[in-house]
Structure formats: C-alpha cells, structure tokens
C-alpha cells in the first residue's frame, strides 16, 4: 500500500512539475499580450501614492502624446480649430483620440497622413506629432506650404513635434 502511495506521489509530481515548467514557457513566450497587465502593475506605485501629481500619472500612461497635447494646449487658444496631419498610420487613432481629448474645447479634425489645402484653410491651426521611428520627412509636406507660420518645433528622443498658425493673409485663399 505504502508503495503504490509513493509512485502515485512520484507520477503527480512529475505531472506538476511539467506543468510548472510548461506555464513558465508560455508566459514567457506571450509576455507581449500581457504588456497593459505588466504596465499596470507597474503604475500601482505610482497611483496609489499621495505625492504622484496628476501630471506624472498621465505621463507614465501616455507619455509622448501627453507632452505634444499639454505644448498644443499651452500655444492655443481655447476657441482654436486644429487640423491635426499624423502621418503615423499604426498609431494614429490613439494620437488622435488622446490629443483631442487633452486639447478639449478646441476643435481637433484628424486630417490623417494626407494634407487637403481646402480643408486646411477652415482651420487656424496645424499641430503633428510623428515618432522617431516614422521620419522627420513624413512632414515635408508642411514645410512647402507657404502660409503657415511655426509656432513651436521640436525634435527629441521621442519624435518631432510642430504647431504652425495657419497665417490666410499670407499665399491663403
């Protein structure tokens, strides 16, 4: 009796062991569908502490986007309407999203990757934000349009950013 217990001790465990061994496999292998899990549980620190502001709480969750909107929302009036060109196509709805929601009351079209010039003219505005990865040359369709004006420019480790007045007395329609 004694002898049948610790073979069917030895075969279970055995059978944990590879299932320890298989659970270490696959969480290491699926890390990336955790990374919203792994990014919160990073953050609890930070959110439940009384001295974290409100600021560095929307920098750690949104980080370059949020810098981008704060720097439109600074250069802006609150009665703007924005046409923001983002040329990024993966993450473009989030930019979009996010920046709309940080530049709130002012109007934020989302122009995409592409300028129309008509449409651009009904706005007083053009603000991107292209990560360091797409190029700086995804906006050199902005430097040949004569009638805006630089505002703000700035290219660091995070990507270029550009807030430009859209001047209609100069070359406007």
Do not use: C
Not at 9 to 30: C, N, P, Q, Y
Not at 70 to 84: V, W
Not at 128 to 153: C, D, H, M, N, W
């Amino acid at each position: 009796m004694f002898l049948e217990v610790v073979k069917d001790w030895a075969k279970s465990r055995k059978e944990v062991i590879t299932g320890i061994i298989l659970l270490m496999l696959w969480l290491t292998d699926s890390r990336g569908m955790f990374k919203a899990e792994i990014k919160a549980i990073e953050a609890l620190p930070l959110l439940l502490s009384s001295s974290s502001s409100y600021d560095e709480k929307k920098l750690f969750f949104d980080g370059p986007v949020y810098l981008f909107a704060l720097e439109a929302q600074h250069r802006t009036p609150e009665d703007s309407k924005i046409y923001l060109f983002n040329p990024y196509t993966s993450g473009a709805s989030y930019i979009y999203l996010k920046t709309r929601y940080y530049l709130y009351p002012r109007k934020l079209h989302n122009a995409g990757g592409e300028i129309n010039i008509d449409e651009l003219l009904k706005y007083n505005y053009l603000i991107f934000v292209v990560p360091i990865e797409t190029g700086s040359e995804a906006v050199e369709p902005v430097y040949r349009i004569p009638f805006l004006k630089r505002v703000y420019q700035n290219l660091d480790e995070n990507g270029l950013i550009g807030i430009y007045r859209v001047d209609k007395g100069v070359g406007g329609r």
